[in-house]
């Protein structure tokens, strides 16, 4: 179990960090999808850490927030649930037009700050396995 827990944990640190290049380039909608996949990683990460148990097949952040038996607040249910939709508008072509036209620097920032904070307040959860 620790090797699986290292894994995602590594895994979602690289992600972040192309989340930061992919924001820093202006790639706002690629950043945004790398969001939701750094706290994926990091919320199957401690699925694991928690449960015991391999993390699930699943992309819905809320879902997975609520396997890690952790207290989320509202807002932050909230904010996993819009994150989640990133995932599904940056793979889909036929949603994809819609996402790029609403992903503007201003839109990305905002979302990017609070993936920021999440993922801060994620990796803070493992310590406290």
């Known amino acids: 179990m620790e090797k699986q827990i290292i894994f995602w944990q590594n895994s979602a640190d690289e992600s972040w960090t192309t989340a930061e290049m992919l924001f820093k380039s202006k790639r706002y909608n690629h950043c945004l ?5 750094t706290l994926e990683k990091c919320l199957k990460g401690l699925i694991v850490a928690k449960t015991k148990t391999a993390a699930p097949y699943i ?3 809320e879902k997975l927030a609520i396997m890690t038996k952790l207290k989320f607040s509202p807002d932050q249910l909230k904010d996993l649930r819009v994150i989640t939709k990133f995932n599904i508008s940056a793979r889909y072509e036929n949603i994809k037009l819609d996402f790029y036209k609403i992903c503007t620097k201003d839109y990305a920032k905002n979302y990017f700050n609070i993936s920021n904070q999440l993922f801060l307040w994620l990796k803070k959860q493992y310590r406290k396995k």
Do not use: E
């Open 33 to 37: 999808f790398f969001c939701h996949l």
């Open 59 to 61: 992309h819905d952040l």
